[in-house]
């Protein structure tokens, strides 16, 4: 079972890797280099927020866009293409297959921030020519966005599982937004005093995932602490939800007539 | 009695006409069969007769609408069924990021061979197929015949009990076709058990114990190619030489194709002894006389005359 899993994961990380998806990481590796020099030349006192700040909402933005690009191929292409055919006929199920595309896309995902993270560091380093402990949030932070990672490419994948790419990318990305503020949109249905709209974004709160809650960068930025019952409450949510998504993916794909 | 290597059960796939319009299309009509361990099974039919989606859904790519199949004693759900079974499919795509060398590691890790024996297979494979050049050439860069060829190869890496192959000499040339029949025939002196598809009859009647016909998704007959073919003689092939400066006479003639003065007759065969006389008379030396026995595509072309003459489409309506 693990071993199918990773015999996949792995495959699609070699994927990912030569079809030039890390490339991304020139563009990362440009945009940090030149906001260091000129936060260096002209900010006054404030060079460590903005590097963060910068930083991470690229961390975020790149492998947000891998994630649902990439992700909402994952299965469809498969599908699309028939390499699927003579995988299927190996002795592996389809989740496990499903399961192991999941695990390459982040893995990859991870790498890739992993090496985003390495560049972050250094243009701190390069403003600062210290690294503070309270850089630490800097990585909690950035753990919270790998968690972020995992839910997108869970729902991407699921999306791909029954609707074409383009669909899934709109879905996906529907939901990002909606799950970005979703407290928002609780506090406002509160507000109507409608019972009916009460009700509704009640249930928009609680049914799609709350990204609100894994964006750190401002505190990380600022140098505040993050508390760990957040960090503990955070990746149980993110493996729980990762987990229902994934499973409703597989009773999806399990059923699947491929064409 | 020994369980059969493949034994279909009254399976039946409709598909939707579409997401919009009611109705289903049958694509495979009930059909049950059965393989012996060790047979050479050839699956004959025109394109859009079902016999890819029998395939398919021997594979699990797709679901029957209603019927079974078991493979080896298994059922065609049972995942463990597939550690004893290798499958190409019609017109194989794969990741062509990747060497053939790559491709054939990845599928081999799925059967749980250690890194020293998945390389001793790949190479060993990819020589019966002719592909040991090409080993570590990414598979964008492949032609059909070549990904045909490595499709093959992954479909008995494993040393499947049960080979299935969807159309193997699909866009290959004649030395490949040729392999891939000597491959066959060295899965079959093995005693592997191979279910093939194909709408080349002639590879059918070298390759196949038995042929099963397929016509618009129903099984219209069963039979070793050798029983199809000698169910009946259609005629009598005469070959005779004329002397210079004669002629064949006028009833024989509508029947003759002549090279200079060598006559190829094809005549039913009660006419025949009233032939020999008019080619006796004139003066004709009969060089060999061959009966003509219905070829599998003679059995195969009438069937579907008669499908044709019959229905031009199955279809089921829900409405």
């Known amino acids: 079972m693990i071993g199918n899993i990773r015999i996949v994961a792995v495959n699609t990380f070699r994927e990912a890797v030569r079809d030039r998806v890390l490339y991304n990481l020139i563009f990362f590796a440009l945009l940090m280099i030149g906001a260091a020099i000129i936060v260096g030349q002209i900010s006054i006192g404030i060079e460590r927020l903005v590097i963060i700040n910068l930083g991470l909402t690229a961390i975020s933005l790149f492998g947000l866009g891998m994630a649902i690009f990439i992700g909402v191929g994952l299965v469809f292409k498969e599908m699309d293409r028939r390499t699927l055919y003579t995988v299927l006929a190996k002795p592996i199920r389809r989740w496990e297959f499903l399961v192991g595309k999941f695990g390459g896309l982040l893995l990859t995902l991870a790498v890739n921030t992993f090496l985003m993270t390495l560049g972050l560091a250094a243009a701190l380093w390069y403003v600062d020519r210290k690294l503070s402990p309270a850089d630490a949030n800097v990585l909690t932070a950035i753990y919270f966005i790998l968690l972020e990672f995992a839910l997108v490419t869970a729902l991407a994948l699921f999306f791909s599982c029954f609707s074409s790419p383009m669909l899934s990318t709109v879905f996906t990305i529907g939901i990002f937004i909606t799950g970005t503020f979703s407290r928002d949109i609780r506090d406002f249905g509160a507000l109507t005093r409608s019972p009916a709209m009460i009700a509704f974004t009640r249930a928009v709160y609680y049914l799609l995932p709350n990204f609100h809650n894994f964006n750190a960068i401002a505190a990380a930025g600022h140098g505040d602490a993050i508390p760990a019952s957040l960090v503990a409450a955070n990746s149980l949510y993110a493996v729980l939800y990762v987990a229902v998504v994934l499973l409703a993916a597989s009773a999806v794909f399990a059923g699947r007539n491929l064409k | ?319």
């Not at chain 2, 990845?106 to 998945?118: D, H, N």
């Open chain 2, 1 to 319: 009695m020994a369980t059969p290597a493949i034994e279909i059960l009254s399976l039946t796939k409709d598909y939707p006409l579409g997401h919009w319009r009611p109705g289903k299309r049958r694509s495979l009509d009930n059909l049950s069969l059965e393989v012996q361990d060790g047979e050479v099974f050839g699956f004959l039919g025109p394109n859009g007769a079902g016999k890819t989606t029998t395939l398919k859904l021997l594979m699990s790519l797709i679901y029957p609408t209603s019927g079974t199949a078991r493979i080896r004693g298994r059922s065609i759900l049972d995942v463990r069924m597939h550690r004893e079974i290798g499958y190409l499919p019609e017109q194989p795509y794969f990741y062509d990021y990747l060497t053939a060398n790559e491709l054939l590691d990845y599928f081999a890790q799925f059967f749980g061979y250690s890194a020293a024996e998945r390389r001793e297979r790949v190479a060993r494979f990819l020589e019966e197929v002719g592909m040991t050049q090409a080993a570590n050439v990414q598979l964008r860069k492949f032609s059909k015949g070549m990904l045909q060829r490595v499709g093959i190869a992954q479909a008995i890496l494993h040393d499947p009990q049960v080979v299935f192959l969807d159309e193997p000499m699909s866009g290959l040339d004649p030395i490949g076709r040729r392999e891939v029949r000597d491959i066959i025939l060295g899965l079959k002196r093995s005693g592997r058990t191979v279910f093939f598809s194909t709408h080349v009859l002639s590879d059918a009647e070298m390759l196949c114990d038995r042929v099963g016909v397929l016509v618009a998704g129903k099984l219209q007959g069963v039979g070793a190619p050798s029983e199809i073919m000698s169910l009946e003689v259609k005629g009598m092939e005469i070959l005779a030489d004329l002397p210079a400066g004669r002629e064949l006479p006028a009833p024989l003639a509508a029947h003759a194709t002549a090279a200079g003065q060598r006559y190829r007759l094809q005549v039913p065969e009660a006419d025949l002894y009233a032939a020999f006389d008019q080619l006796r008379a004139a003066g004709a030396k009969i060089l060999s006389v061959t009966p003509l026995r219905p070829t599998l595509e003679d059995y195969f072309m009438r069937l579907v005359e008669n499908q044709k003459a019959a229905s031009h489409a199955i279809e089921v309506s829900v409405r």
